[in-house]
């Protein structure tokens, strides 16, 4: 049977376990259970330490150094943990293990110990400068714009899971003082100029490519850059595509013979209707010949003459459930941007694959297409293109409905003041003249 003693009018219990011979202590302070060793055999000096023990603990608890409420740390546990669960299969793994690392490395060592109700607009102020110069000691520049935003962002979704559990009974202001508005710069493109030479230089390299074995991806590279600017499709769009998601066909309303793609990307599954330029580009990826497991292929060296892997099986057409771009050819991409000087706009920004959705929303909007039947085709919202892609096309300017010139409004209460007349036309009466008195 355990040997129990109390002290300091029973807020203080001091027993010893079965089987020890040292004595433990423990009360109930701030709302939770708190309990130690005394590390003593003898029962006074126990008690001794078990009031010493009691005593600092309410001193701390009075100088706010024990918190009695939820911390930062444990809302932040609570958030991931939700997260991982329900978003699970929804949501980009690199995004999920991006709050993850921004939760870990500069959120938690922050604000971790800080109680819920400490985490005041101040404080997050406080964060950011304390973010600025961090990067500015360590890097010479301060973050990015997005990457606060992106902290700021996790920050918010962290004290949202604790209002939630009860343990904060209000979402503190998080918004940024002293912010002036953001440029709104669009994204990186090309310009019909720039596309043109941008595919002619793909063509080129498919039917010359510099290295022999790599002419199977210099073609699929030339049609991928073909088929992106003329669907619209973004990256991971076009590299989920199956070969069976694909279908020619005659359009009724224009005439024309185009593609119709069954989307899956990240709006779930859409659909989008194609350029003519699509076509022919469909067409010869359906028909060109696949090396041995083409969705496996490995990375080698330009230099280096080893054979492809896997060479004992037969080149083949492709299936209908193959996919119809099984491998980004990501460092040809960027030697052609590089070698015809288009790797960077005029504001510095990359050219990725990205760029070859914008420019085909930039060239239809070039052509006077209806921006709402845009973002329905590309899977997005009329705001977002308006807000990156039509505010920069001059087309979308109508010179005859700026340069208007209304006429001056007549002033009240006065008559028209009479015209004059060039001196030829005044009648000057000659003493001659009959009509003269």
Known sequence: MTEHHTVLGGKV???KRPNSTRWQCSTYLGGKNRRTTTKEDSLSRAKEIAE???LQLRGKLRNGEIKTEKTFNEASEQFLREYDLITQGERSK???NGLHWRSRVHLVPFFGSLGLSEITPGKVQEYRIHRLEEATAKRGKPPARNTMHQEIVTLRQTLKTAVRNGWLDRMPDLSEPYRSSPKISHRAWFSPEE???LYEATRTRAHEPKTTRYKWESEQLHDFVLFAANTGLRPDEAWRLQFRDVTIVEDDASGQTILEIEVRGKRGVGYCKSMTGAVRPFERLRARLRPPRADHTDKVDDNTSNPAPNTSEEWRLPGPTDLIFPKWQRDLFNAIL???NLRFDREGRPRTAYSLRHT??????????DIYQIAKNCRTS???IEKYYASHIKTNLDAAAINIMRPRPRPKGKSNPPKRRNKAEVYVPQPSDKSYT
Do not use: F, N, S, T
């Open 94 to 96: 690199i995004y999920v």
């Open 195 to 197: 596309y043109k030479k």
């Open 52 to 54: 010493d023990w009691y």
């Open 360 to 369: 085909y929303i930039c060239l239809r909007l070039m052509e006077g297409a």
């Open 13 to 15: 219990h001091v027993y």
């Open 382 to 384: 009329v705001e977002m």
């Open 338 to 340: 590089d070698e015809e």
